[in-house]
């Protein structure tokens, strides 16, 4: 078996949220399908020791709100890195709630649609949700975040097309190799040939140089959380 043909599986980003009672939680999710259009059928896969998956258990319903390609990264940590075990993630999120009482975030997102859970199987670590569409709305028309795209662009890891120029500017910044930082939270990169656009962080800037109150673009994670990762080469 070659484990790396797994990498060629494409995927979606996803919020996928749900309530208990008064209390709402989101995660960011990959596994997000469409089984059937009559009735709409949506599958979605859950790690059993997450929060929202105790929510979903609980309510028997989830919202799945599709992300726009150009979300920030600090965005996506919000739901991706934080547990809503400690953390009230809707307290700072645009979000609507929807008639089953379930919230749909709508913030960076293109759209979303409300699923009554119809079955659930047990997958070991996981556990697959298949619900049937009560709601959903387009928000905006823009393009959806791909796993992929996630990985390979947003995470920092080198595109194919960093063009050489960045590569030049750099090496007039600093003398010496630029050094990569990885977080050790989330294992976020940190890659000076690339910078933090979304933070203002531009392309060529050694990581000694962020100013001391940046924060892992991914999980929020200080400065001091990231270790040596290796040169640029
Ligand atoms: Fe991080």
Known sequence: MDPNILHNLSYGMYIVSSFKESELNGQVANTVFQITSQPVTIAISINKKNLTHEFIAASRRFTISILAEDTPLIFIGKFGFKTGRTEEKFKSVKYTTLTSGCPAV???????????????????????????????????????????????????????????????????????????????????????????????ITAGTPFEQIP?????????????????????T
Request: hydrophobic share 30%; net charge neutral; proline share 6%.
């Open 212 to 232: 001391a109150t940046w924060v892992c673009p991914v999980c929020g994670a200080g400065k001091n959380d990231f270790v040596f990762e290796g040169l640029c």
């Open 106 to 200: 709508t913030e960076n997102c293109i759209g979303y649609l409300e699923a009554k859970v119809a079955a659930s199987f047990d997958c070991g670590s996981h556990t697959v949700f298949l619900g049937q569409m009560q709601e959903s709305k387009v928000l905006k028309v823009a393009k959806p975040m791909t796993y992929e795209y996630y990985h390979q662009v947003k995470r920092g890891t080198t595109p194919e097309t960093a063009p050489t120029y960045i590569r030049e500017e750099a090496s007039k910044k600093q003398a010496g190799p630029l050094k990569k930082y990885r977080c050790s939270v989330c294992n976020y990169v940190y890659d000076p040939l690339i910078g933090d656009p979304d933070f203002g």
